[in-house]
């Protein structure tokens, strides 16, 4: 079995920064692509950044600039550090990642979100 833990959210002033970690832990071959996304209060999950396993990145345009994310793949984590942080960054922020068993199965997990609160 896979989960995905997510840490380093809270509350922080506009203009300050986060970083979040996500952590894969079970029976884990390798960590596939992964993926932050986040929920703000009455709005559907959104994409925020993605990292391949190559370690090529994507992000959405609406945090182009300001987020970063990584991955350490000996730790089975990825990483979204988020800089210059706005207002309309609040959500709840999940993070997603494929994942290869040691049964050699693939699949898509998620994990519980982690609340960023961002004040003006």
């Known amino acids: 079995q896979v989960q995905l833990v997510e840490s380093g959210g809270g509350l922080v002033q506009a203009g300050g920064s986060l970083r979040l970690s996500c952590a894969a832990s079970?029976?884990?071959?390798?960590?596939?692509?992964a993926n932050w996304f986040r929920q703000a209060p009455g709005k559907q999950r959104e994409f925020v950044a993605a990292v391949a396993s190559t370690g090529s990145t994507n992000y959405a345009d609406s945090v182009k600039g300001r987020f970063t994310i990584s991955r350490d793949n000996a730790k089975n984590t990825v990483y979204l550090q988020m800089n210059s942080l706005k207002p309309d960054d609040t959500a709840v922020y999940y993070c997603?990642?494929?994942?290869?068993?040691?049964?050699?199965?693939?699949?898509?997990?998620w994990g519980q979100g982690t609340q960023v609160t961002v004040s003006s």
């Open positions: 997603n990642a494929q994942i290869t068993t040691t049964h050699f199965m693939s699949q898509n997990y």
């Open positions: 079970g029976s884990i071959l390798r960590m596939n692509g």
